[in-house]
């Protein structure tokens, strides 16, 4: 019944494949454009030691329902593995285990009634099931009072401001709400040490699946071909202009940043455009690095802003270094926003630029470790998430008919994330269906 549907989909990053995929299977003729070589977007990998591993770090949590469902669809989920994780803290010159309630009430840094105020805020936080009335408050102004000064000032701020720099005082309470809500799942009732999910061969295994299930479909993939415009006809959305060709479809899925997509689309309406320009994004830069011994006993280290980066995440603390030929995967990971003075480093000057501070977090690590160094970057990594968020967030659907939009600028509460980004595919395919089928 929707055999006739034509559908064109922009970007072949897991929101663009899980549209493909869903529409394929409801019988659409479905034809997908990545720009890159490669799909996957921002699951993109590298291989090290003969195994792929993602350019940006990539765990899951046991809340991420859609993500785990599309595994199991797609056979992948006796690879899914849930494995012990362990944080920790920088502060005051060295690093603090932080994983369970047990390690926050040992945490120097803060007295003891700092830790028992944080301890019962993030409880509390976690267990909260509501959030609206959160949405119009920044998380500045509400954890202070209830952490303590200190306590927001040792922990909270430097996340924040790790992650959404000079943005950190916009952010708005019921994004990191959800922050908390998310590792609640991970834990089990005894709030016992953080399980986290990887798939054995990484992320990009889902990625595969999906594009090898969309082509048994009878779905067209095109890798290599950027969409240079949407022309718009009337108020109808028009050709799909490529390198060397146009082609026309009954309806458009871009899954393109918002920046991006305002470069392709001539005519936006004014109050749509608007709130694509209404959300800044950060762009992230990560740094990794093969090394030959292990680095840290952690396999998060958050480092309170005490350095040039906002973590270091070993990945082979989380799973085994023999799965790279015995090395040693750590990400040292960076939010900028575009006039940072690294914009534009190449990977060699940015590992000197770190590495004096890796020797603060493990004295004995010595440069010649290093057998390997990739670096990745992406522009519109992270949206930044301020108070009044709802209400300025673009609608999937568009004022062009025809024509649709989902990034990870729509996700919210939640934090971007691959679960979302599926979430987000098989609600904009629904739509999809469901004008169609009005139109009939
Ligand atoms: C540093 C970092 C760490 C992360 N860690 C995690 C994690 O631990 N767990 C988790 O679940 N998620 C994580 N994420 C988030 C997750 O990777 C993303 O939310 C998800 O991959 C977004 O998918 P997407 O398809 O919406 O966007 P993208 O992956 O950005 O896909 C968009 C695609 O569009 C393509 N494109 C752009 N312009 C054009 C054009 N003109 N024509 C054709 N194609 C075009 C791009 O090349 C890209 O492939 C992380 C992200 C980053 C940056």
Not at 8 to 32: D, F, N, P, W
Not at 74 to 80: A, K, M, V
Not at 314 to 334: D, F, Q
Request: aromatic share 10%.
């Amino acid at each position: 019944m929707e055999g006739g549907v034509r559908v064109g989909i922009i970007g072949g990053g897991i929101t663009g494949l899980t549209v493909a995929y869903y529409l394929a299977r409801k019988g659409c003729s479905v034809t997908l454009f990545e720009k890159e070589p490669e799909l996957g977007g921002q699951v993109r990998t590298v291989s090290v030691g003969g195994e792929r591993v993602e350019g940006f770090y990539h765990h899951i949590f046991a809340g991420d329902t859609n993500l785990i469902g599309m595994t199991e669809e797609l056979g992948l989920s006796s690879d899914l593995e849930w494995l012990p994780s362990r944080v920790g803290y920088f502060s005051e010159g060295r690093a603090y285990p932080f994983s369970t309630p047990l390690d926050l009430l040992r945490f120097k840094p803060l007295s003891l009634y700092d830790r028992l105020r944080v301890g019962m805020t993030s409880l509390r936080l976690q267990r909260r099931t509501h959030w609206r009335d959160l949405a119009e408050v920044t998380a500045s102004e509400w954890l202070p009072p209830r952490t303590g000064g200190k306590g927001y000032r040792v922990i909270f701020d430097p996340l924040l401001r790790g992650k959404f720099g000079d943005y950190a005082g916009d952010i708005s309470m019921a994004w990191l709400w959800s922050r908390f809500r998310v590792r609640l799942g991970s834990r089990g009732r005894a709030m016992q040490r953080e399980r986290l999910g990887y798939l054995r061969g990484s992320f990009h295994r889902l990625v595969e699946a999906l594009a090898e299930a969309i082509r048994e479909m009878g779905g067209n993939i095109f890798v290599d071909n950027p969409v240079r415009r949407l022309a718009i006809q009337g108020d109808r959305i028009g050709e799909v202009e490529l390198r060397d060709m146009s082609l026309s479809f009954d309806a458009v899925v871009a899954t393109v940043s918002s920046p991006t997509f305002l470069s392709l689309v001539a005519g936006v309406p004014d109050d749509y455009r608007r709130k694509l320009e209404a959300t800044p994004y950060l762009s992230a830069l990560c740094l990794v690095l093969a090394l030959s011994r292990q680095f840290m006993p952690f396999y998060w280290l958050n480092t309170g802003g005490a350095m040039p980066f906002v973590a270091v995440v070993e990945h082979t603390n989380l799973v085994p270094a023999e799965r790279y030929s015995g090395k040693h995967l750590l990400y040292i990971s960076n939010y900028m926003t575009p006039d940072s003075q690294l914009t534009g480093i190449n990977a060699a000057g940015l590992l000197e630029h770190y590495l004096p501070h890796l020797r603060q977090i493990s004295l004995e690590f010595d440069p010649a470790w290093v057998e390997e160094y990739h670096l990745f970057r992406e522009c519109a990594a992270q949206p930044v998430v301020n108070t009044g968020y709802e209400d300025r967030m673009p609608g999937l659907r568009t004022p062009i008919d025809g024509l649709y939009l989902a990034n990870t600028a729509q996700i919210y509460p939640e934090d971007r994330g691959m679960n979302y980004s599926v979430r987000l595919g098989l609600k904009v395919s629904g739509m999809v269906l469901e004008a169609w089928k009005g139109d009939q």
